[in-house]
């Protein structure tokens, strides 16, 4: 495809339960980006992944949180046990040349 | 600390009026400051990028300025239309790392 694809697009989940969240990148683009952007906050940095070097996990709130990239090419997001504070809207990258990122449309994630 | 900060937090003006929209940055060193545009439900897009040595850049209808003495940047949007409605996002590199520093962005609505 042309850009970086998400899916699903929305989530409504009941507290407690997991979800998935997946991230198609860009072809040929080797660095990855999950982030968080809640309403009224800057982009949250959750997780870097970057060819095959160990993704750099420093920004995921908490042990719930979870990621893999498969093949250097698909990337998932998994949450555990969803908690109401997960609602929020996961946005996902792909690196370019010269900094520049970029993103998917986003999943909007609704914990009720 | 590294920040990046951007105001007004919101803006409405009427259609084919004039704004600026204004970045403050702490982040050092610098090297480049990029604005991108997020349209409601979509992923942030990139709208220009400004380097240590650049003062002005045009994209259309949309002019970015930089002072890297003050540490200050400007998005101004000539002749609004009703697609400008968006959030527009203030993101400077950390340097030396994949990391980005993220405005909370201004939301701007253009109104017929």
């Known amino acids: 495809g042309a850009g970086v694809s998400q899916s699903p697009s929305n989530k409504v989940t009941e507290k407690g339960k997991d979800v998935e969240l997946r991230c198609d990148p860009i072809?040929?683009?080797?660095?990855l980006y999950w982030y968080r952007q809640s309403l009224g906050q800057g982009l949250e940095f959750l997780i870097y992944?970057?060819?095959?070097?160990?993704?750099?996990k420093s920004g995921l709130p908490s042990d719930r949180f979870s990621a893999e990239r498969t093949g250097g090419s698909v990337s998932t997001l998994t949450i555990q046990r969803t908690q109401q504070e997960d609602s929020a809207v996961y946005l996902c990258?792909?690196?370019?040349?010269?900094?520049?990122?970029?993103f998917g449309p986003g999943t909007r994630l609704t914990v009720l | 600390k590294n920040q990046v900060e951007q105001s007004p937090q919101s803006l409405i003006i009427l259609e084919g009026k004039n704004c600026t929209l204004q970045?403050?940055?702490?982040?050092?060193?610098?090297?480049?400051l990029r604005w991108y545009k997020q349209d409601t439900g979509r992923g942030p897009v990139s709208l220009t990028i400004?380097?240590?040595?650049?003062n002005t850049k045009s994209n259309g209808r949309y002019t970015a300025t930089l002072d890297a003495d003050t540490k200050q940047s400007s998005l101004h949007i000539t002749a609004s239309q009703l697609s400008d409605s968006a959030s527009y996002i203030c993101?400077?590199?950390?340097?030396?790392?994949?990391?980005?520093?993220f405005g909370t962005g201004t939301r701007l609505k253009v109104l017929a």
């Open positions: 993101v400077v590199p950390l340097s030396g790392t994949y990391k980005y520093i």
């Open positions: 970045c403050n940055y702490t982040v050092s060193p610098f090297s480049n």
């Open positions: 400004m380097t240590f040595s650049e």
């Open positions: 992944f970057q060819g095959n070097s160990a993704p750099d």
């Open positions: 990258a792909s690196g370019g040349g010269y900094n520049e990122q970029f």
């Open positions: 072809s040929g683009h080797t660095a």
